[in-house]
């Protein structure tokens, strides 16, 4: 039984290769039978060679006339900024970076340390926050206690006298 499945796997994976093989080749194979393998056609259409009026292309002198005159040394002459950027040395540049540079490090540094003095302010606001709630708490618990205290000598006094009562006749509810 694996046999033969093993067999009829071996012929579907033969069939589609051939398939495959036809589906790639088979237009090539259509049009060279049909054309003939000389190369001459078989039949009589043949295309006539084609007559062709059109303008010679234009060159890049023709479309743009003032291209060809342009140099790197007439760019930007009129302006006089650039001219006197393009005559500053290679050292003044790489200090004009340096400062500029630098009035940037300063600039974060300033937005870091008022960035650290906001936080430090709300961190303080939250600290005396919790130092009133703590105090508060405090509070409260004391007078819990207190009232907890107080509690237990009125039950002790409540069953002092209910303890009277009864040994002077009351029966209670």
Not at 30 to 48: A, D, E, H, I, T
Not at 80 to 88: A, F
Request: aromatic share 6%; net charge neutral; with cysteine.
């Amino acid at each position: 039984m694996a046999r033969r499945s093993g067999d009829c796997m071996r012929w579907c994976l033969v069939v589609f290769a051939v398939v495959s093989a036809l589906a790639v080749c088979g237009p090539a194979l259509y049009w060279k039978f049909n054309k003939g393998f000389s190369g001459s056609p078989r039949r009589s259409s043949v295309c006539p060679p084609c007559v062709c009026n059109c303008p010679p292309p234009l060159s890049l002198l023709q479309i743009a006339p003032g291209l060809a005159n342009l140099s790197v040394s007439d760019c930007g002459s009129d302006d006089p900024d650039l001219k006197q950027e393009m005559e500053k040395q290679f050292v003044d540049l790489l200090t004009e970076e340096l400062k500029l540079q630098e009035s940037v490090a300063d600039e974060h540094s300033r937005h870091m340390n008022v960035t650290l003095a906001e936080a430090r302010r709300v961190a303080s606001q939250y600290q005396k926050e919790a130092e009133k709630c703590n105090t508060a708490t405090e509070t409260c618990e004391t007078a819990r206690e207190r009232a907890e205290i107080s509690l237990r000598k009125e039950k002790k006094i409540t069953s002092m006298w209910e303890q009277r009562a009864r040994q002077l006749g009351w029966e209670g509810e």
